[in-house]
């Protein structure tokens, strides 16, 4: 079974920092690109942050500057370092990727991570 764990949510003050972590399993080999998104009260999910397994990194104009995408092929572990954190940027945080399990790709969600910024 293919699945995505992200951790390391959790409250803090704005201009503080974060660290995400995204744990890919049961895939048979290291997706090509993952991406983080995020969903705040009320409002529909929205795209954060991609990064392909080459380390192209695409960003959110909103978070340009002070999120950093980064990943670990060999680990299947993708990251998400937030800086500058700012009130607007609560919300769940999701990772996503196609995972292979040896017969198909599955389009994969996370559980989501709470982020929570504090004004």
């Known amino acids: 079974q293919v699945q995505l764990v992200e951790s390391g949510g959790g409250l803090v003050q704005a201009g503080g920092s974060l660290r995400l972590s995204c744990a890919a399993s049961?895939?048979?080999?290291?997706?090509?690109?993952m991406g983080w998104y995020r969903q705040a009260p009320g409002k529909q999910r929205e795209f954060v942050a991609t990064i392909t397994s080459g380390g192209r990194k695409d960003y959110a104009d909103s978070v340009k500057g002070r999120f950093t995408i980064s990943r670990e092929n060999a680990k299947n572990t993708m990251y998400l370092q937030m800086n500058s954190l700012k009130p607007e940027d609560t919300a769940v945080y999701y990772c996503?990727?196609?995972?292979?399990?040896?017969?198909?790709?599955?389009?994969?969600w996370g559980q989501g991570t709470q982020v929570t910024v504090s004004s």
């Open positions: 049961g895939t048979i080999f290291s997706p090509n690109a």
């Open positions: 996503n990727a196609d995972l292979f399990d040896g017969s198909r790709y599955y389009d994969t």
